[in-house]
Structures are given as structure tokens and as C-alpha cells.
């Protein structure tokens, strides 16, 4: 049986009246590997025209309409990632399982990324998915993916349609939240993000995680990254597994980078209940600037509490 409710973790860095809102007409694009939309925690999210499959053959982003009821189901390495990431934002209780999301009122599309064997993941596919997500208008993208430079080069993909994916994603209004890769002790920060796609981007939002080990020796280090804006600390918790499963284990950069899409989340609703119909989107420096007043400082972190969630902020914050 599983006991845990998301809000309570992000509580110590939002505005009580924030989490009220829940996240309410906010619109999120997820770049993943699918979701298991039979979870009993997870099928709220299976709504018509929120189900895009980037990595079929043939698919077209400008022809998004005929794509929209994709098949989405996350089999990736027989235990799922877009289901267990997307549990953070909007699971809900079901029978003696109480696992709650903390955004459940935003309009989620799942755009699936992975290859169609459930196996591998494509730069050229994940780009469509991109182009999908501005296409759809969304305030939110939100990426647990990311690529060594050198997959973007062996691919052959030209600049020239990267630069254009992106721009279609800036002009959209849509703010792309991305994880940088996991890390060991041994892995330095310096350059990390410099050297993986999407995260090399000036439209990404960087987010990593960081154990306790990491912290204490590279704190510094990490700090003084440019492109490296927010970290969250590693405590363990719980989310949905494929099959009706349900896992308890520590945080991952590609968790991180789920609560704190789903925090900006909550920024935007929050803006959007203030200004209503005046309301325009906001840009990535609004992001990073809303954001930053809420969580603590990495360069001034002391200590560490191995049972609660900390979200920092960086240096890179302020450019």
C-alpha cells in the first residue's frame, strides 16, 4: 500500500495558494517514453487528442490531427519512465493506494519519443515531438531526454533544422524544462550541459539532481555552470510503475525535472488566475526569474536532510 502525497514535498517552496490551484489551465507537453494510461492512478490522462506518438513512421507534425490518438503505452525497459514521471505531476488515489500528483488539473499531453520497439531513443524523433508540442500551444514542455552532442552529429541533423524546431517552440510561447543527464561522484559538472542536447540550447531550462556525495564535493563546481540552473536534492519517494505497479526509490534528474515543470506550473496558473483574459505567455527569463525567488540558494546550502526534498537555485539563473 502506498502513502504518499507529492504536495507535501513541494509545500516548502511554493505559495500555499499555488498549490491550491493545482496547476489549473496550464497547458504541458511530456517527452517521454509514453505513459501506461491502464495504471488505475494514470488513466485520468487518457483524453482524447492527448496521445502523440513522435516516433511512428510517417509521422508529421503538420499533420498533428491525424496523430493525436497515438498509441502511447510506456514499455521501456519492463518497468516504464514516462509513467513513473509523470505520476509526480497527476496520479491519483486508487483502492488502498493513495499516490498523489500535485498538479492534477493541468491539461497533460503525452508525447511519446522512444522508438516504436520501446528500445531507443532518436534526436529526429524527439524533434518531432518538440514540433508537436508548439503546434499544440502549450505553456509547458517538460523533457526527460537528453542526447550526447554526438548523437545530434551521427544523425546528420543540420543546424539549420534545429535552429527551426526551436524557433517554431520560442515563437509558440512554450518553455522547455530539461533534465540534464544523471550523474556519478566521479562525473565533473563543468561543460555538462554544454555537451548533451537539448540542454546545449539557450531555450532550455537545465535541472539536475544532485545526492548528498555529489553535493558536498561539487557544490561549488556546480554553481558556477552557466547553463546549469536548478538542482533538487534525492530523497527517496514513490511513483506508478507499468502493470498497475507502484515504486519507491530516490529521486532522478528525470524526476527533477518533473517537479519542477510541474512548479512552474504552478507559477503560470497563478499568474493566469491574476491576469485572465490579459493574460500573455511568458518567456524563459520570466521563468527563471519567477522560480528563483522560491528555492534556496546552492551557493549558501549548508548541510543535508536525506528525508526531504531541497530545490536550489544556481548562479545560471541570472545569465
Known sequence: MIQFDWSEKIQPWVYKTWLENKGADVK??????????AHPSLNSLDQLDHKINAAVPGF??????????????????????GT????????????DNDLQGFISKSDIFI?????????????KDFLKGLEAAAKLKVDIVISSVCFPKEDVEA??????????????????????????????????????????????????????????????KRKTEIDQ?????????????????INNGYAVEAATSSHA????????????????RREKEEYEPRERDDFLKGLSQLFQPLATANGWDASQLTLFKTKGVDG
Not at 509558440?172 to 540550447?201: C, D, H, K, Q
Not at 525535472?257 to 493566469?272: C, D, N, Q, R, T
Request: charge should be negative; charged fraction near 20%.
Open 225 to 241: 555552470q552557466p547553463d546549469i540552473h536548478f538542482i533538487a536534492s534525492d530523497p527517496t519517494c514513490a511513483f506508478c510503475k
Open 155 to 216: 544523425e546528420n541533423i543540420p543546424p539549420a533544422e534545429i535552429d527551426r524546431v526551436f524557433t517554431l517552440l520560442r515563437n509558440s510561447g512554450a518553455v522547455l524544462f530539461a533534465a540534464l543527464p544523471n550523474t556519478s561522484l566521479l562525473t565533473p559538472w563543468a561543460g555538462l550541459a554544454a555537451e548533451n542536447f537539448p540542454n546545449y540550447r539557450p531555450e532550455a531550462i537545465n535541472t539536475g539532481v544532485v545526492s548528498e556525495k555529489i553535493f558536498n
Open 60 to 81: 508529421d507534425p503538420d499533420r498533428l490531427h491525424d496523430f493525436c490518438n497515438g498509441d502511447v503505452t510506456d514499455r521501456h525497459q519492463q518497468r516504464g519512465h
Open 257 to 272: 525535472v518533473y517537479m519542477l515543470g510541474g512548479v512552474a506550473a504552478l507559477y503560470i496558473a497563478s499568474i493566469k
Open 28 to 37: 504541458i507537453a511530456v517527452l517521454d517514453t509514453g505513459v501506461d494510461l
Open 111 to 123: 508525447i511519446k519519443v522512444n522508438t516504436v520497439d520501446h528500445k531507443f531513443f532518436l534526436v
Open 84 to 95: 513513473q514521471c509523470t505520476s509526480i505531476l497527476s496520479a491519483q488515489a486508487e483502492g
